[in-house]
């Protein structure tokens, strides 16, 4: 069983800075890609990035490369989401995830979530 938790969460002005943190439980993730899923008001879940655990290989949507950045801590355990350069449209309640599944930036590859954490980017 896997637990995840995230933070960093808040309210942001165009253009700043957020760092998004993911505390996971389990009893190895090497087998595993941590994600970050983001899901604004009326609108599906959507891919932002992931991390491979065992070899640290990123992956990014189109819409935060170069902006947002993805690293994990295989000894805290710790997955983070380094995002800069926030637009109105990075508004969403951020998830945190772990999965076995092939396809990285799809929410069926992950089986487990986080509660999420909420970012606010006023304009």
């Known amino acids: 069983q896997v637990q995840l938790e995230e933070s960093g969460g808040g309210l942001v002005q165009a253009g700043g800075s957020l760092r998004l943190s993911c505390a996971a439980s389990?009893?190895?993730?090497?087998?595993?890609?941590m994600g970050w899923f983001r899901q604004a008001p009326g609108k599906e879940r959507e891919f932002a990035a992931a991390v491979r655990w065992s070899s640290g290989s990123t992956y990014y949507a189109d819409s935060v490369k170069g902006r947002f950045t993805i690293s994990r801590d295989t000894v805290k355990n710790m997955v983070y989401l380094q995002m800069n350069s926030l637009k109105p449209e990075d508004a969403a309640v951020y998830y945190c995830a772990a999965g076995g599944g092939r396809l990285t930036f799809s929410p069926q590859s992950y089986s487990y979530w986080g509660q999420g954490t909420q970012v606010t980017v006023d304009s």
């Open positions: 389990a009893r190895t993730f090497s087998a595993y890609t």
